[in-house]
T-cell receptor, first 114, second 119 residues
Framework: KQEVTQIPAALSVPEGENLVLNCSFT??????LQWFRQDPGKGLTSLLL?????REQTSGRLNASLDKSSGRSTLYIAASQPGDSATYLC?????????????FGTGTLLAVQP | DTEVTQTPKHLVMGMTNKKSLKCEQH?????MYWYKQKAKKPPELMFV???????INESVPSRFSPECPNSSLLNLHLHALQPEDSALYLC??????????????????FGPGTRLTVL
């Protein structure tokens, strides 16, 4: 059974700092991995999606990497801003079948202090 | 436009009530999803519809009844709920169920959610 874990559970950094969020999964048989952010009481916003054949994806100040064989992904946020404060979730789509079922990680609550 | 809308934003209901949650998207997506999210927990998949047909039911109790009347709409009918069903209910859509491409036709776009409280 696929399990997705995110470390740390919570992180507080001063504004301007670069930071890394970690995501690990137990079964390397995945189609892709997606990173989301969620503001309190709100829905999820898709940030980046990495296909299983890719090593990384970039969007603005965000860079996500994927090491499928070791079951790890990282989300790098450059020059953090208070507006980046949110919960960050990673989710994997298991390999096999035509079903787009996402298995979410436990999330990292990020606070960027002004 | 990558917007998924959900109504109502908040819902309070008694255990004997019948209510419905509504989700709408106009992106031409053919896959739609219902998730349940308890406080400080990740979303858990409930149902998946593909081309208006139920593709996945994650062993959800029958007091939750999904409906996909057309390709843009997804409803979740609620009846005889329990207090432990109180949660944020999220709807999502994707172009298709198929993976592929740098962004992926299976990228899921989420709505803002309905905060449900069962008394």
């Amino acid at each position: 059974k696929q399990e997705v874990t995110q470390i740390p559970a919570a992180l507080s950094v001063p504004e301007g700092e670069n930071l890394v969020l970690n995501c690990s999964f137990t079964d390397s048989a995945i189609y892709n991995l997606q990173w989301f952010r969620q503001d309190p009481g709100k829905g999820l916003t898709s940030l980046l999606l990495i296909q299983s054949s890719q090593r990384e994806q970039t969007s603005g100040r965000l860079n996500a990497s994927l090491d499928k064989s070791s079951g790890r992904s990282t989300l790098y946020i450059a020059a953090s801003q208070p507006g980046d404060s949110a919960t960050y979730l990673c989710a994997v789509r298991p390999d096999g079948g035509a079903t787009n079922k996402l298995i979410f990680g436990t999330g990292t609550l990020l606070a960027v202090q002004p | 436009d990558t917007e998924v809308t959900q109504t109502p934003k908040h819902l309070v209901m008694g255990m004997t009530n019948k209510k419905s949650l509504k989700c709408e998207q106009h992106m031409g997506h053919r896959a739609m999803y219902w998730y349940k999210q308890k406080a400080k927990k990740p979303p858990e998949l409930m149902f998946v519809y593909s081309y208006e047909k139920l593709s996945i039911n994650e062993s959800v109790p029958s007091r939750f009844s999904p409906e996909c009347p057309n390709s843009s709409l997804l409803n979740l009918h609620l009846h005889a709920l329990q207090p432990e069903d109180s949660a944020l209910y999220l709807c999502a859509s994707s172009q298709d169920l198929l993976a592929g491409g740098p962004w992926g036709t299976d990228t899921q776009y989420f709505g803002p959610g309905t905060r449900l409280t069962v008394l």
